[in-house]
């Protein structure tokens, strides 16, 4: 089985652009989250996505946002970027059950803002 | 605000002995935990999942939970000079949605 692929891998902006990133899960597995990873701040939690459906959302501004398409495959947009906003972003898929909540990260995308 | 602690380290072993790596969580609602390892530049991989309290083994990996000191441990036994890398805990009350502690740096000396 392919594992999560995420593109692009590297990704250079500058201030007030905006930003779509990709993902597509494990084949079979309907949930797919994203999350933001920084040295200040480890990994943080944007969204999860359910069968096209958000279910969770973690603490960030609404420039960040995201959706779920009919085969699973996940984009992430922010808009009006800052400079607070280089990072790595990581998408995770799994099944998305109750009972198997096991995560796979995909290799990135690191942004940066300048 | 739910919180996983972990201790920075680095946490320095030589080769052969036993690592073990530690962290609590505050959220009471938690059912699901889970150990990764991340290596520099590279993202995380799930090495351990533990659901219940008590041990868990898995070759060289051993999960402990205590769900009533709110208390996660990873031990590693024979560590291994690739076994260095930065060891993420994290815990979920359900729906893929997982809470990451800062992550503990491990260093194996040959």
């Known amino acids: 089985k392919a594992g999560v692929t995420q593109t692009p891998r590297y990704l250079i902006k500058t201030r007030g652009q905006q930003v779509t990133l990709s993902c597509s899960p494990i084949s079979g597995h309907r949930s797919v989250s994203w999350y933001q990873q920084t040295p200040g701040q480890g990994l943080q939690f944007l969204f999860e996505?359910?069968?096209?459906?958000?279910?969770n959302k973690g603490n960030f501004p609404g420039r960040f946002s995201g959706r779920q398409f009919s085969n699973s495959r996940s984009e992430m947009n922010v808009s009006t970027l800052e400079l607070g906003d280089s990072a790595l972003y990581l998408c995770?898929?799994?099944?998305?059950?109750?009972?198997?909540?096991?995560?796979?990260f995909g290799s990135g995308t690191q942004l940066s803002v300048l | 605000q739910k919180e996983v602690e972990q201790n920075s380290g680095p946490l320095s072993v030589p080769e052969g002995a036993i690592a073990s790596l530690n962290c609590t969580y505050s959220?009471?609602?938690?059912?699901?935990f889970f150990w990764y390892r991340q290596y520099s530049g590279k993202s995380p991989e799930l090495i351990m999942s533990?659901?219940?309290?008590g041990d868990k083994e898995d070759g060289r990996f051993t999960a402990q939970l205590n769900k009533a000191s709110q208390y996660v441990s990873l031990l590693i036994r024979d560590s291994q000079p690739s076994d260095s890398a930065t060891y993420l805990c994290a815990v979920s009350r359900g729906y893929s949605t997982l809470t990451f502690g800062k992550g503990t740096m491990l260093l194996v000396s040959p």
């Open positions: 959220d009471r609602g938690s059912q699901s």
């Open positions: 533990i659901y219940s309290n």
């Open positions: 996505y359910f069968s096209e459906t958000q279910r």
């Open positions: 995770a898929s799994s099944e998305g059950t109750a009972t198997n909540e096991k995560l796979f």
